[in-house]
Structure formats: structure tokens, C-alpha cells
């Protein structure tokens, strides 16, 4: 393992401490863990003489070189899931600061965004979203956490990436089998799948356990149940459609209360937007429940450009080129569609990711670098 890779893995696994809950890794959108993760990327990125600061968003900025050149943007979140492995979103943060350190010769902003996952407030991108000028969150209180962190919402403007921006990459494991099963260390991602997420509330009445006989009851965990199960049968007969029911919320939550309310959520992506809109439509109409949606993201396809750039880096580097769809949602898919874009995938040792037990193969971790730094000279011969 080269010292780069080591220090790199290193880093991920330091930044893993830094959580809201003693013994496992769980860092919301601005939590107070952030501000270690932010002093801790900050004396790292300023000893390479790169200016560093924290926009209104909360996410975190380091420039290496002349501001009014054009630049690359590399970034991931700094955010995790509930009890988190160590290298979901953060190690494609520390890569660009991996690269940043090889003192590339054109100007390069690395972006550590505040929140990808949307854990607190079940609204993913907050931090991807300030980058593109999208600031409608439709809730004050994320203005408010903004505020509480000490930032002001007013200067969410003031996030918005510079005109000078050539290009984003995006590193990021692949949070799945696929690689692994080919036994390959990276994957050129080609396109991300639409996703769609809603939360849904399942209205019936709670009433005593041992009282309210089988016929007459209105049992809402019972109404849920069976449309979960018609939600697995609908993904299964769609190819490639993955649709999921993560979240359940049952009041009164007693043991002998029939219950009276369940909220769920609801994740339906695909490669396809109709295919996706249509799923939804047809599930949510079956569930006979209150919804809310919460996300409606397209599918979004990254830079020919900037991907077959890529694809040629990792050639260059001596690795077979393997294109592929990621069905995880990720920042590239904001950045994208204004900003040149494109995103390389490392490996998942077991497919594992949003857990503990989630890693990555030190060679895999020097291989992508080896391919940021020939990525880095191809656009600086064709910019600079």
C-alpha cells in the first residue's frame, strides 16, 4: 500500500470517530461532529497552502491555485446514515485531498458537502443542492440548523460554484457487488438512476388488544403489511426496478394496542423515469394512504466528455475500463446536470455499505488515485 492510500484510509477511518453516538458512526446535516470534521479536513487542506472555508450551506471548500483559472471540483458528503461505515461519501472528500497534495497543475476545489443522505430531515442534497443554486428546501428548519451552526441562510448565494468550474469528479465506493463479482477494482459510472421517495401515513383506529374482536377492528400496521408485500411484487415483475420500504413508524407502539397509525417510507428508483413515475403511481394508489413526497430525482447520465476522459485515465493506469449505472443516489446527479460531470466507483469488499463493516481493498484506494492524477493531466493538457 503506498503512503497516499495509507494516509487516506487512515483519514476515513479518524473521521469515523467524529459522530453524534459513542461506539458507532452517525454525523447528521451540521450535527456538532461536523465542526470536528470540518477542523480536522481545514488544518489538513491549509498545509497544503489551499484556502479553505465553509459556505452558508455548511459545506466545506478548499481551493488549490489561481481562483480565476478554470478548475475541477472534486467531492463527496461528509454526512453518514444511522450507524455507518467509515468510507461512504467521505472518502471521495479525502482522494481529492490525496490529489490535491500531488500539486496538480491546473486549479482544483475540493468540496466536502454538509449532507448527501438526508437523515434529519428527509431531504437528501442539501449540500450539492446550495453548490447548483437550488436553496428552495420548502422547510424553515433547515434554515434553522443553518443558523444554529452559526452560518446565515442569506448567503446561500454565495455557494454557488464559481463560473470558472471545467468539470466535477466525484469518487465514491460502489456501496454494491458488482465490481467484486467481476473482480475489478474501479468502475466508470456512465449514468445514476431516477429516484423517488415519499413518506406515506396509514390511517386506522387503536383499540385494546384483547377486546376488539378480528372483524371489527381497523388495524393500520395490518393495512401496511399487505401493502408492503404489493410493493415487493411490483419491483420483482419491473427489470430493473428496485423499490423499497425502509421506515416504519407504528403508534401507539404498545404490544397490546391494535395500532392506529403507521407512517412508512417509500424509495422507488430506476433507470427509466416513466417506468419509475408509473411505479409510483400505482403503488401509492394502492397503499390508501395519506403521502407527502419528499424527492423526485431524475435519472441523469454524466458528461460524455468528462466520462470518456475518465475511461482513457484508467486505461492509462493499466486497468480494465468497466462503465456502469449506479442505482445509489449520489451528489453527482445534482452537480451534473450543471456542471460537466463524471464519477468513478471503487470497490465494496462484500457489497457492504451504510454499516459498520464497510471497507475498502488499500490497492483499490491506490489504483483510484493512480487514475485521479492521470485524469488530472489529461484535462490539464487540454486547459491549462
Known amino acids: 500500500m503506498s503512503a497516499p492510500a495509507e494516509k487516506s484510509i487512515a483519514a476515513c477511518r479518524d473521521l469515523a470517530r467524529m459522530t453524534e453516538e459513542p461506539g458507532r458512526t452517525t454525523r447528521r446535516f451540521l450535527s456538532t461532529p461536523m465542526r470536528d470534521v470540518h477542523n480536522y479536513l481545514s488544518v489538513w487542506m491549509q498545509s497544503l497552502g489551499m484556502r479553505v472555508g465553509i459556505d452558508a450551506a455548511g459545506n466545506i471548500r478548499g481551493l488549490l491555485g489561481d481562483p480565476e483559472k478554470p478548475r475541477l471540483i472534486v467531492g463527496s458528503h461528509l454526512d453518514t446514515v444511522p450507524d455507518a461505515g467509515a468510507f461512504d461519501g467521505i472518502l471521495g472528500v479525502v482522494l481529492g485531498i490525496a490529489l490535491a497534495e500531488t500539486k496538480p497543475g491546473l486549479p482544483l476545489e475540493v468540496i466536502g458537502f454538509s449532507e448527501e443522505e438526508g437523515v434529519r430531515f428527509g431531504k437528501p442534497f442539501i449540500g450539492s443542492r446550495a453548490l447548483v443554486g437550488d436553496t428552495d428546501w420548502g422547510d424553515a428548519a433547515i434554515d434553522d440548523a443553518i443558523r444554529a451552526y452559526g452560518l446565515d441562510p442569506a448567503q446561500l448565494p454565495a455557494a454557488r460554484y464559481a463560473p470558472v468550474t471545467m468539470g466535477y469528479l466525484e469518487f465514491h465506493i460502489e456501496q454494491g457487488p458488482v465490481l467484486e463479482r467481476l473482480n475489478l477494482p474501479l468502475g466508470v459510472v456512465d449514468a445514476i438512476v431516477g429516484q423517488s421517495r415519499y413518506s406515506l401515513t396509514f390511517e386506522g383506529r387503536a383499540s ?25 411484487r411490483y419491483a420483482v415483475q419491473h427489470e430493473g426496478m428496485v423499490a423499497t420500504v425502509g421506515s416504519l413508524h407504528v403508534s401507539p407502539n404498545a404490544g397490546n394496542v391494535i395500532p392506529g397509525e403507521v407512517r412508512a417510507s417509500l424509495d422507488i428508483r430506476h433507470a ?19 403521502h407527502k413526497q419528499l424527492l423526485d430525482q431524475n435519472a441523469v447520465s454524466m458528461d460524455e466528455g468528462m466520462t470518456a476522459a475518465l475511461a482513457i485515465a484508467v486505461e492509462s493506469a493499466g486497468f480494465k475500463v468497466h462503465r456502469m449505472t449506479s442505482g445509489a443516489g449520489h451528489d453527482a446527479m445534482v452537480v451534473a446536470p450543471h456542471v460537466p460531470s463524471a464519477m468513478l466507483f471503487l470497490r465494496s469488499p462484500g457489497g457492504i455499505s451504510h454499516h459498520p463493516d464497510e471497507t475498502v481493498l488499500p490497492d483499490d484506494v491506490d489504483a483510484a488515485l493512480n487514475v485521479g492524477s492521470a485524469f488530472l493531466k489529461h484535462l490539464e493538457a487540454e486547459h491549462v
Do not use: F, K
Open 208 to 232: 385494546h388488544a384483547g377486546t376488539t374482536p378480528m372483524a371489527l377492528r381497523q388495524d393500520a400496521l395490518v393495512a401496511a403489511a399487505r401493502w408492503i408485500g404489493e410493493v415487493e
Open 272 to 290: 427509466h423515469d416513466t417506468t419509475r413515475r408509473h411505479a409510483a403511481t400505482h403503488l401509492l394508489s394502492r397503499a390508501g394512504a395519506r
